[in-house]
């Protein structure tokens, strides 16, 4: 295996490790949306609001909630491709920190995937 090899993969390795960190990070804004727009819906019915307001209130909460689970596949498709290419650089025994962070990133998917099914 070349240096160039070498160089691309740890490329392609940042660059699936920052989709992943990205994703988890989309993923956790969107739970947080979540939870907002359902504390705002409740608020609003105890409050009595307006019918059409809550409705589009309902409406905004519905269309947060759409967004979860498209999100969460993402990001376990981005967790194994950078799985993939992982277990490859370390086959080859590569080093460097890129690989460091990559483990980093999958222990904190894999906790969040947890949490999530906890």
């Known amino acids: 295996m070349g240096n160039k090899f070498d160089m691309a993969t740890l490329r392609n390795l940042k660059i699936k490790t920052a989709t992943c960190k990205r994703i988890l990070k989309e993923l956790q804004s969107y739970e947080k949306e979540v939870d907002r727009e359902a504390a705002k819906t409740a608020d ?40 993939g290419i992982l277990a490859e650089i370390k086959e080859s025994n590569q080093q460097g920190v890129e690989i460091e962070e990559a483990d980093t990133i999958i222990a904190q998917v894999e906790a969040f995937f947890q949490a999530a099914d906890a």
Not at 50 to 69: C, F, G, T
């Open 44 to 83: 609003m019915k105890e409050k009595g609001a307006d019918p059409y307001d809550l409705k589009q209130q309902e409406n905004v909460l519905a269309e947060s909630r759409m967004m979860i689970p498209d999100c969460h596949k993402r990001l376990e498709a981005s967790l194994a491709d950078l799985k």
